[in-house]
């Protein structure tokens, strides 16, 4: 094709882009179903993960939950089972079609995602035991609370590998059997931490900078292979009240227009977007104009912002209160 009209196809399929993302604002675009199809989740029994499970239980899926708390795990495995009876009883999945017997089922597995050999063992049991995956929701996190200085290297190391090389890992385990298939969707629960930063959470911000990136590379090789039946969904939450960052505050005058998201509104609009195919989520909305400034604006001025916020030490509290809960912790031990 001649490059001159190529590049006017190109203007076109960009605009049109626009037009058909425009629309979903007016149409609403329909949930798929999940009815019968298999949801792994990562850092299921407990925060997120366990809210995630409980939506799609609702809707019919069945789950494989990992988790490296086996006691959470099976919490969390114990209340999809309830609802499982609870809509076996009402003789309904999902919407009330009840003309397929409602069978799903709910798996557990203790898995160290931070360790790849933990990972692909634990996958190995999952194709034995379960079989193929359809969803892959990569969810687990964790933060260390300390300042870069105070650190040790070793939970720098941790919150790398389970919040971002973990994602590597999983993909690998997984992806292949959705590329021979071209059905599959991969989910990355990230954080607008990925997407901006602030002081006193270096290794956090990196990892899940790094899981942003690794998400958006996939997308594009995805795309490059032509495997359009493998849908992705990067997931890009503000702070969201679980207790991982307790403490965490801005200026007070501003507080109410930032604050932390309650966690089922956050998986409520997570899921809304996983089910409509949607590449990212940002929630609060805001966080999309964030972002946007951060790629127009000089440095200084995201920092003459940041000040008015109170979003420059908003973490200090936090790793305060984390400080003080190891303190109180040897405390307890050497007493």
């Known amino acids: 094709m001649n490059i001159a009209v190529e590049f006017v196809v190109v203007v076109f399929r960009v605009v049109w882009s626009f037009v058909l993302a425009g629309s979903k ?3 609403r675009t329909r949930e798929k179903s999940v009815v019968g199809q298999v949801c792994l989740i990562t850092g299921a029994g407990s925060g997120l993960g366990r809210l995630f499970a409980k939506e799609f239980a609702r809707r019919g899926a069945s789950l494989v939950l990992w988790d490296i708390n086996r006691q959470g795990n099976e919490e969390t495995a114990e209340m999809v089972r309830e609802i499982y009876r609870d809509m076996s ?7 009330g079609i009840q ?3 409602f069978q799903p089922q709910v798996h557990t597995f203790v898995c160290d995602v931070s360790k790849r050999e933990s990972v692909y063992c634990t996958a190995e049991k999952v194709r034995a035991e379960v079989g193929n995956i359809d969803f892959l929701i990569n969810n687990a996190g964790v933060v260390s609370g300390h300042h870069l200085l105070e650190c040790p290297d070793e939970l720098i190391e941790r919150t790398m590998m ?3 090389h973990a994602h590597f890992w999983t993909s690998k385990a997984f992806l292949p059997k959705m590329l021979e298939q071209n059905h599959g969707h991969i989910v990355t629960i990230a954080s607008t931490l990925g997407l901006f930063t602030t002081a006193g959470v270096e290794d956090y911000c990196a990892s899940k900078f790094g899981a942003i990136g690794f998400h958006e590379s996939l997308s594009h090789e995805l795309k490059a292979a032509e495997k359009d039946g493998i849908k992705m969904t990067l997931v890009c939450p503000f702070l969201v009240d679980t207790g991982m960052f307790t403490g965490c505050k801005i200026r007070k005058e501003m ?3 930032f604050p932390p ?5 956050c998986v409520t609009q997570a899921m809304r977007a ?3 195919d949607q590449e990212m989520v940002c929630t609060p909305r805001a966080m999309y104009m964030v972002s946007f400034m951060k790629t127009i604006l000089p440095f200084d001025a995201i920092v003459c912002m940041y000040r008015f916020i109170g979003a420059d030490k ?4 936090f790793l305060a209160h984390c400080k003080e809960s190891m303190n109180n912790n040897d405390t307890k031990i050497t007493s």
């Open 25 to 27: 604002w007016i149409v």
């Open 89 to 95: 009883s009402k003789g309904e999945t999902t919407g």
């Open 99 to 101: 003309e397929v017997p």
């Open 162 to 164: 389970v919040n971002c």
């Open 255 to 257: 507080a109410p227009f």
């Open 261 to 265: 998201l309650k966690p089922k509104d």
């Open 274 to 276: 996983i089910l409509t």
């Open 314 to 317: 908003c973490m200090y509290p």
